[in-house]
């Protein structure tokens, strides 16, 4: 005898919702629409039809509101779905061991349009949606666009380590792997331009510490003695600046005698730090030294003649490279500076209203000097 099909009797929304709850759970489709609904649960979409309307239609976002949480997440537009299904169908005929966009084009290019077009996020094609809605089976699969970012960091790190080079720059990369360079330039972009920043920073420490920028066209990165041994590590720096990371304001501004000490207490760790090769402390460092060379050009405690700028990084980064400790770095870097710039300074009158800072010109000069 053949067994009877449960005839589904819908009586209130409560027990439709049931219906739907119970057939979701039966089936356990990974996204599913309102026409999946309307196969599976006839009946229950026919209730839905004739009892609960909002503005003469069907009321689905009533309906889907109802649901669990876990099904509502899967409910989608019946496009969507479609999209999903054909491209399911077609992993399933044709089992490739990976898939990508290429891939999608190459074996259904309409299919490719029709993601295209449907399944955007702002202004790009939204793929992890995709990619998402797919069994687990195909998501491992996917050769996207972190699969080919994780790839072309293999090949540059297995490049590296073969040739061994000094320095490493993106001129290098071209001479020495051409193929490499073209899917670098062509893959990892931000801004319309190559994002070689990314590319360097995934790989090891000691690869960072090689990368220059610019070699060819500046000497500037040899100059600021960019070496092989130089790394860069930021857990470093915030390691041995210890409770001092929670005063880093000081190296804006100081008020006091105390913030005075803290600062330079602060300069020596990231000087040593510097000295031994860390280039995550030197870049925190230069970023607040250069600012205090401009402020001491503005109070005229400097030259502002246009040499001493194009060299400034140079002579602050001489001044770290070569400081022993014997006495205060801003001391120390001051004097340097002033040594070869030639002594020569703006003069400013001493009783002018620097109007942005309480105070006159004199005020500010000598409680600096007592600093």
Same mark, same amino acid.
């Given at each position: 005898?053949?067994?009877?099909?449960?005839?589904?009797?819908?009586? +209130?929304?409560?027990? $439709?919702?049931?219906?739907?709850?119970?057939? %979701?759970?039966?089936?356990?489709?990974?996204?599913?629409?309102?026409?999946?609904?309307?196969?599976?649960?006839?009946?229950?979409?026919?209730?839905?039809?004739?009892? *609960?309307?909002?503005?003469?239609?069907?009321?689905?976002?009533?309906?889907?509101?109802?649901?669990?949480?876990?099904?509502?997440?899967?409910?989608?537009?019946?496009? @969507?779905? &479609?999209? *999903?299904?054909?491209?399911?169908?077609?992993?399933?005929?044709?089992?490739?061991?990976? @898939?990508?966009?290429?891939?999608?084009?190459? +074996?259904?290019?309409?299919?490719?349009?029709?993601?295209?077009?449907?399944?955007?996020?702002?202004?790009?094609?939204?793929?992890?949606?995709?990619?998402? $809605?797919?069994?687990?089976?195909?998501?491992?699969?996917?050769?996207?666009?972190?699969?080919? =970012?994780?790839?072309?960091?293999?090949?540059?790190?297995?490049?590296?380590?073969?040739?061994?080079?000094?320095?490493?720059?993106?001129?290098?990369?071209?001479? +020495?792997?051409?193929? %490499?360079?073209?899917? *670098?330039?062509?893959?990892?972009?931000? +801004? &319309?331009?190559?994002?070689?920043?990314?590319?360097?920073?995934?790989?090891?420490?000691?690869?960072?510490?090689?990368?220059?920028?610019?070699?060819?066209?500046?000497?500037?990165?040899?100059?600021?003695?960019?070496?092989?041994?130089?790394?860069?590590?930021?857990?470093?720096?915030?390691?041995?600046? &210890?409770?001092?990371?929670?005063?880093?304001?000081?190296?804006?501004?100081?008020?006091?005698?105390?913030?005075?000490?803290?600062?330079?207490?602060?300069?020596?760790?990231?000087?040593?730090? !510097?000295?031994?090769?860390?280039?995550?402390?030197? /870049?925190?460092?230069?970023?607040?030294?250069?600012?205090?060379? !401009?402020?001491?050009?503005? =109070?005229?405690? %400097?030259?502002?003649?246009?040499? @001493?700028?194009?060299?400034?990084?140079?002579? *602050?980064?001489?001044?770290?490279?070569?400081?022993?400790? !014997?006495?205060?770095?801003? $001391?120390? %870097?001051?004097?340097?500076?002033?040594?070869?710039? /030639?002594? =020569?300074?703006?003069?400013?009158?001493?009783?002018?209203?620097? &109007?942005?800072?309480?105070?006159?010109?004199?005020?500010?000069?000598?409680?600096?000097?007592?600093?």
């Amino acid at each position: 005898m053949k067994e009877r099909k449960r005839v589904v009797v819908v009586r +209130n929304f409560s027990g $439709a919702i049931e219906e739907v709850v119970a057939c %979701l759970e039966g089936e356990r489709p990974i996204i599913f629409s309102w026409h999946w609904l309307r196969k599976k649960v006839w009946r229950v979409i026919r209730y839905f039809d004739g009892n *609960i309307l909002k503005e003469g239609k069907t009321d689905r976002e009533r309906v889907i509101a109802a649901l669990p949480k876990k099904w509502r997440r899967c409910f989608a537009d019946d496009v @969507f779905c &479609g999209i *999903i299904q054909d491209l399911f169908d077609l992993l399933e005929e044709k089992n490739p061991e990976i @898939f990508s966009k290429v891939w999608i084009i190459k +074996n259904h290019k309409n299919l490719y349009k029709m993601i295209v077009a449907h399944v955007r996020a702002g202004d790009a094609v939204d793929w992890k949606r995709v990619l998402f $809605a797919l069994p687990k089976k195909w998501q491992k699969r996917w050769k996207g666009d972190d699969f080919v =970012f994780r790839q072309l960091v293999a090949d540059l790190l297995k490049l590296v380590k073969e040739k061994q080079p000094e320095f490493l720059t993106k001129e290098w990369i071209g001479e +020495n792997d051409r193929a %490499l360079y073209k899917r *670098i330039v062509r893959n990892v972009r931000a +801004n &319309g331009k190559p994002d070689w920043q990314r590319i360097i920073l995934a790989l090891p420490e000691k690869w960072q510490g090689r990368w220059l920028v610019g070699f060819r066209k500046d000497k500037l990165a040899v100059k600021l003695k960019i070496i092989y041994r130089e790394y860069f590590s930021e857990q470093e720096t915030w390691e041995a600046l &210890g409770a001092d990371k929670e005063n880093l304001y000081v190296l804006v501004a100081v008020m006091t005698r105390e913030e005075v000490l803290i600062r330079d207490r602060i300069i020596d760790s990231l000087i040593k730090l !510097s000295q031994n090769g860390n280039a995550h402390a030197r /870049g925190l460092l230069l970023s607040f030294l250069e600012s205090k060379c !401009s402020e001491w050009v503005i =109070f005229g405690k %400097l030259s502002s003649y246009e040499m @001493f700028y194009q060299d400034m990084l140079v002579k *602050i980064n001489s001044c770290i490279d070569n400081f022993n400790f !014997s006495i205060r770095f801003i $001391a120390y %870097l001051h004097v340097c500076l002033k040594k070869q710039a /030639g002594s =020569f300074s703006v003069p400013l009158r001493l009783d002018m209203d620097l &109007g942005w800072r309480s105070g006159t010109y004199h005020d500010i000069y000598t409680s600096e000097e007592e600093d």
